[in-house]
């Protein structure tokens, strides 16, 4: 019965929240273009903004590297949160990862996310 009633008051206080939706950043723009799009997904009332984490998208193609990304619509934005779909541990050492979120942290006003996947 306990269990039951918890649960009850779980779905009654999640039903009081309301959605949120994010926009997902490109990776083939250039930089000027990635700001635009930031800031116009913020004018749209987007409440977050993410991007994701990878070496190539398709061959031969320039991938702007995933916190950079971020960096750049930290600067143009105000209230969205910021974050990767999912980053990969292996790629990155892990005091590197910590400031490059501690940077994000220094431009944005808002939270900085990342998935880990191991």
């Known amino acids: 019965m306990h269990f039951h009633v918890r649960a009850v008051i779980s779905v009654l206080e999640m039903s009081r929240k309301s959605v949120r939706f994010g926009a997902s950043l490109p990776w083939l723009t250039h930089v000027d273009q990635i ?22 998208v398709e061959p031969g193609a320039n991938v702007p590297e995933a916190w950079t990304i971020l960096t750049a619509a930290a600067m143009v934005t ?13 790629r990155y050492h ?12 220094q431009f944005s006003t808002t939270s900085t996310h990342s998935l880990v996947n191991s």
């Not at 700001?35 to 190539?56: C, H, K, N, P, Y």
């Not at 105000?78 to 292996?90: A, I, M």
């Open 94 to 105: 892990p005091a590197v990862l910590a400031q490059r979120l501690a940077t994000i942290d």
């Open 35 to 56: 700001m635009d799009i930031a800031r116009a997904s913020e004018e749209a009332g987007f409440s977050s903004l993410w991007t994701g984490d990878a070496l190539v």
């Open 78 to 90: 105000k209230r969205v949160l910021l974050g990767t779909s999912v980053t990969d541990p292996h």
